[in-house]
């Protein structure tokens, strides 16, 4: 069975500029959640996505965005973008929501 | 909201040696699970513990989930170079339907072989 897949894989952006990234769930998985990794402050939840409704989020601005798919492919979006942004973006699929975790390599985003 | 502290940030160890990390929930938890990210990797589930009070082995690997559901702890005895990488603790609030995994900053092991 193939992995979640996230593209693109790297990024660079300039401040105020949006930003797109794409993630692809494990077959069968129905939810999707995003992450922000930082060096300072770790693993920070972003919003779970199930059968297309956001379920949960996390204390991110609303600059911050996510929508998912009928096919459960997901993608969240960064608009008006801050040096602070900068970070890997991880994507998790799971069954139903609860179940374990199956990430995807990230996206790193650089915001120059 | 909920907090989850994980100590200690870092812990360097010569190999052989036992290692421990510890995780602590601000609320009591319906389930924690357990994850390692190899450096420049991603994520990677060790195990779910749903239990109060539950222990569970993988090989080198203990894993304790305390009695109040608050706390929990990974061992690792005789500690090996593929061993290195950051462990995260991730729980769940308990009460109603909650999706939203609150992960602790992490324990970066590094071995001295």
């Known amino acids: 069975k193939a992995g979640v897949t996230q593209t693109p894989r790297y990024l660079i952006k300039t401040r105020g500029q949006q930003v797109t990234l794409s993630c692809s769930p494990i077959?069968?998985?129905?939810?999707v959640s995003w992450y922000q990794q930082t060096p300072g402050q770790g693993l920070q939840f972003l919003f779970e996505?199930?059968?297309?409704?956001?379920?949960n989020k996390g204390n991110f601005p609303g600059r911050f965005s996510g929508r998912q798919f009928s096919n459960s492919r997901s993608e969240m979006n960064v608009s008006t973008l801050e040096l602070g942004d900068s970070a890997l973006y991880l994507c998790a699929s799971s069954f139903g929501g609860l179940e374990t975790q199956y990430f995807g390599p990230g996206t790193r985003l650089l915001v120059l | 909201g909920q907090q989850v502290m994980q100590i200690p940030q870092y812990q360097h160890v010569q190999e052989g040696e036992d290692f421990t990390t510890y995780c602590n929930s601000s609320?009591?938890?319906?389930?924690i699970q357990w994850y390692k990210q190899r450096p420049g990797g991603h994520p990677v589930f060790l195990i779910q513990?749903?239990?109060?009070?539950e222990v569970k082995k993988q090989k080198r690997l203990t894993f304790q989930f305390g009695e109040a559901k608050k706390n929990s702890s990974l061992h690792i005895t005789a500690t090996q170079t593929t061993d290195v990488g950051t462990y995260f603790c991730a729980g769940r609030e308990s009460g109603g339907s909650n999706y939203k995994l609150t992960f602790g900053k992490g324990t970066l092991l590094t071995v001295n072989p």
């Open positions: 996505y199930f059968s297309e409704t956001q379920r």
């Open positions: 513990l749903v239990k109060s009070g």
């Open positions: 609320t009591t938890l319906s389930n």
């Open positions: 077959s069968g998985h129905r939810s």
